[in-house]
């Protein structure tokens, strides 16, 4: 089901909700040297979402930069295996994969013996 396009309706009908019951309801907006008058308060409230957005923007970016500098490290660091590493002989990997299986299976029926779940 398309969550996010449910959602974005919602928020888009609550808006437009919000900008009906505000029609008649005007405020001044000063810049400093320059006041605007009789604006709508919804267009007020839209423009400081949109420049809300838009401030948290490099932020958002910031972050997923430094999430993907940290994959790529982490991949560079799995894949490029140093050279003074020794291999593992596949040998010992097995003894202790099936040790751990053996032992892992003791503990499953130690457990089911017992009554345990």
């Not at 437009?16 to 005007?26: E, S, V, W």
């Not at 040998?91 to 032992?103: C, G, H, P, R």
Request: proline content about 5%; hydrophobic content about 50%; some cysteine.
């Amino acid at each position: 089901m398309p969550w996010r396009l449910i959602i974005a309706i919602i928020v888009f009908i609550i808006f437009m909700i919000f900008a009906a019951f505000n029609l008649d309801n005007r405020c001044n907006i000063s810049f400093g040297f320059k006041v605007i008058e009789q604006v709508p308060v919804f267009i007020t409230v839209f423009f400081s979402f949109i420049v809300g957005l838009l401030c948290a923007l490099p932020l958002v970016l910031h972050i997923r930069k430094k999430r993907n500098d940290k994959l790529l490290k982490l991949k560079k660091r799995i894949f490029d295996e140093p050279a003074d590493m020794e291999p593992i002989e596949p040998s010992s990997i097995d003894e202790n994969i099936k040790q751990d299986a053996l032992s892992a299976r003791e503990r499953f029926f130690a457990k089911r013996r017992s009554g345990k779940k």
